[in-house]
């Protein structure tokens, strides 16, 4: 094992310390080689290299603003429903269409709110919430990144729903059983 690594070391050394020879090539263009191909190379000496270890470098991030990539936003606006919209007794669904001030990006989702709830995560600026409960009910929609993120929420919009309230019917009330009259003899 030793003689095999101290011939790799004597092999190394030939090669690093091999001489170097300049020619003149048929179109006058000055070739420097180590190994000579006509008789008229001469051998040049070379300098001893002036080697410097290089300095230790360290990888410190910049952190200021002008360093930090530009956060995409959005400016999100709920276009429907219209903010105290009276949801008419007929109607059991209610609809929600949002505009943005620019197309959504790869990644990115809308999450729509009811009453701070989720509702739904998508990327269409349409939804139907199927048979919402009556009451006052507040909206709202986020844009967020793949990373949940947000990056842009709209204003909260509200809106009412009235429900029909069908009475109870009354319980019957009792009527008197006719008391017998007493028969005659």
Known sequence: ????LALIA?????????DVYKTIDKDGNVVYTDSPKSDKAEKVELRELNTVPPAPTTYSPDYSESAQPELMSYEVRIISPSNNLIIPIGQRDLAIAV??????QAGHLLVYYMDGDMVEETMMTNILIKEIMRGSHQITVEVMDE???PLGMSEPVTVNLMRPIIPKPASPKPTPKPT??????
Not at 1 to 4: E, P, V
Not at 10 to 16: A, D, E
């Open 147 to 149: 990373s949940g993120q």
């Open 99 to 104: 505009s943005l001030d620019q197309p959504l």
């Open 1 to 4: 094992m030793r003689f095999a």
């Open 180 to 185: 017998p009259k007493p028969k005659a003899n």
């Open 10 to 18: 004597l092999l190394l050394t030939c090669v690093c310390s091999a």
